[in-house]
């Protein structure tokens, strides 16, 4: 058949760009741990934390405690000297001093006794007019009550109060003496003395104090044991270390090409990186499966390490939709028991075609092997007749080899500079020969050699599988043909070749690039997927031409790196 013209390919060539990438260093230091502030650490964090709310609580309360007991000393000391009051302005003596107008030793011994059993400051006997007849200081008798705080009492009022008298501050309980008619002919003064009042509060507060200090030291301690707990709970990690794991581990799932489902013991799925999403959107599925049962998303997923106790289950093929996976069951188990299972898995079509290609390179290894091997041979045929002066056999030998390889590599060398892509073409051609193709190499511009090993690797990969793809199609047919033609335009290299094979529908050439296969054959499919992902990788373009019955005609270009002579690159 005929091929299209090779000026709309060319033109498509003339507008393709190529874009370079350089890689760009990162600054010293700059690295996503520098770049972190680095925080107190976690166990330091905790007690911190839990040490200052114990104390900010065991100090609200201490205070709150503190207060109350305080204020109730007080109170207590206030009745127990109101209460002393009360009984003195009670007895009949107080009313009989009162009367005579001087208090007897009698009264004088009971009120010392009082004093000193209570621990009072003072107990005072005064008349209406405020004239002590009864004071702890014996040379005070007779004088007028000091403080300013007697007037509600001689109108017969009982009441506490605070006061500076001559004996110091203190708290005074008031209160009226009457006579056995009921009228008022005096007055009672018991004091405590500040001091006393402090004294006591202070004791009744200092247990409180204790108990807060105690409490502070036991949550203190607690704290610190919480925080250790904590620690080895979280494997010794501190936050923002779990935290990079966690971006880390979210990093390295959205980066695996496979597919990798995580699922718990109830068989719900809980993890989907990306590339999982991609392939089972691509199989039909079209629904986020975060939560979803397993057996309800993908049935024909058996998981044995679930339902037979097995660890693992490796490369099993299963039907997911329109696509096949190879999958990969892990189980994790915590005390013997299972806790979830890790799925990975891949579209076999994408395994199948890697395995095309790595059996390609093995060809091309093995080939230069046979090459290898087979100049051996004539190195030791050569020495043989060196070693018995087989010299006139030596000669026409040589000239012989000579001309094969004229014959052979003359026509190669004369469209290919390339060594590698040279010698490699030479020994597909010779196994072409082997199987009775002919082979018509043509172009008028010769191949440089190509600077770059990338760019030979995808050449020597297009130029392998195209011949392979045409030897396939002409099995069964007794003339077989084959043309290759090498050109360079406008800084690409251009590569045609035509075959008189069975052929196929263009329309149908869709499908087999995206499924990796075509209806006349597995391993064609495959080879034209790997053939275009190479020429797209060089940023370059192709064209396909075929009818069923009519052979097919491939043309690609890319664009190219060159050595010149003295080992320059060039463009």
Not at 197 to 208: E, F, H, L, P, Y
Not at 215 to 243: C, H, V
Not at 327 to 353: I, P, W
Not at 454 to 481: C, H, P
Request: charged residues 25%.
């Amino acid at each position: 058949m005929e091929c299209a013209g090779k000026a709309a390919l060319l033109d498509m060539n003339k507008n393709c760009t190529i874009v370079k990438k350089e890689a760009v260093l990162a600054e010293q230091g700059g690295g996503r741990a520098g770049m972190r502030k680095k925080d107190m650490p976690f166990m330091l964090q905790m007690l911190l934390f839990t040490s200052g709310l114990i104390c900010l609580t065991l100090l609200v309360t201490g205070l709150l405690i503190g207060y109350n007991q305080a204020a109730d000393t007080k109170e207590a000391l206030a009745d127990k000297a109101s209460l002393s009051a009360s009984h003195f302005a009670r007895m009949p003596i107080v009313a009989d001093a009162l009367a005579e107008g001087e208090a007897d030793d009698e009264l004088r011994t009971i009120a010392a006794e009082v004093r000193e059993n209570n621990n009072l400051q003072y107990i005072v006997l005064m008349n209406m007019e405020g004239i002590r007849l009864m004071h702890p200081v014996p040379e005070r008798i007779g004088e007028h009550f000091v403080g300013g705080d007697i007037d509600d009492v001689f109108e017969g009022k009982s009441y506490t109060s605070e006061a500076v008298g001559t004996l110091g501050p203190s708290m005074r309980a008031f209160e009226p003496v009457y006579d056995q008619d009921g009228m008022q002919i005096g007055a009672i003064s018991v004091g405590i003395s500040t001091e006393v009042i402090n004294q006591a509060v202070w004791d009744s507060v200092k247990i409180t104090i204790y108990g807060t200090a105690v409490s502070l030291i036991l949550g203190l301690a607690g704290s610190y044991l919480l925080a250790r707990r904590l620690k080895k709970t979280l494997f010794n990690l501190e936050p923002q270390e779990i935290a990079y794991l966690i971006e880390e581990r979210e990093a390295m799932l959205d980066s695996v090409s496979e597919g990798v489902i995580a699922i718990n013991a109830d068989g719900h799925i809980i993890i989907a990186n990306p590339s999982a999403e991609i392939m089972l959107e691509r199989a039909g599925l079209h629904e986020n499966i975060i939560g979803q049962k397993i057996s309800e998303i993908w049935p024909e997923l058996s998981l044995e390490v679930f339902v037979n106790g097995e660890k693992a289950v490796y490369d099993k093929a299963v039907r997911f939709g329109e696509l096949e996976m190879i999958t990969n069951s892990v189980s994790f188990q915590v005390d013997k028991h299972n806790v979830g299972a890790l799925v990975t898995f891949r579209d076999r079509n994408e395994l199948d075609a890697m395995m095309k290609k790595l059996s390609g390179v093995e060809s091309y290894a093995h080939t230069l092997r046979m090459q290898t091997h087979e100049f051996m041979n004539k190195l030791h045929i050569i020495g043989a007749m060196v070693y018995t002066e087989s010299y006139e056999e030596l000669a026409e030998y040589v000239d012989s080899l000579s001309m094969i390889y004229q014959r052979e590599t003359g026509i190669i060398s004369a469209h290919i500079d390339d060594v590698a892509i040279a010698g490699y073409l030479l020994t597909k051609l010779e196994r072409l020969e082997q199987l009775q193709i002919d082979v018509d190499i043509q172009g008028e511009n010769k191949w440089p050699s190509l600077s770059d090993p990338t760019a030979v690797d995808r050449w020597i990969t297009i130029i392998g599988n195209s011949l392979e793809n045409a030897v396939e199609a002409m099995v069964g047919q007794e003339e077989k043909k084959v043309t290759l033609i090498f050109d360079v335009f406008d800084g690409a290299l251009f590569y045609e070749i035509r075959d008189n094979g069975e052929g196929f529908d263009v329309e149908d050439l869709p499908s087999i690039l995206e499924k990796g296969y075509s209806t006349k054959g597995l391993n064609r499919g495959y080879g034209m997927t790997i053939m275009i992902n190479a020429v797209k990788a060089g940023n370059g373009n192709y064209h396909i031409q075929s009818e069923i019955g009519a052979g097919v005609c491939l043309q690609i270009t890319m664009p190219y790196e060159w050595n010149d002579k003295e080992g320059n690159n060039s463009q």
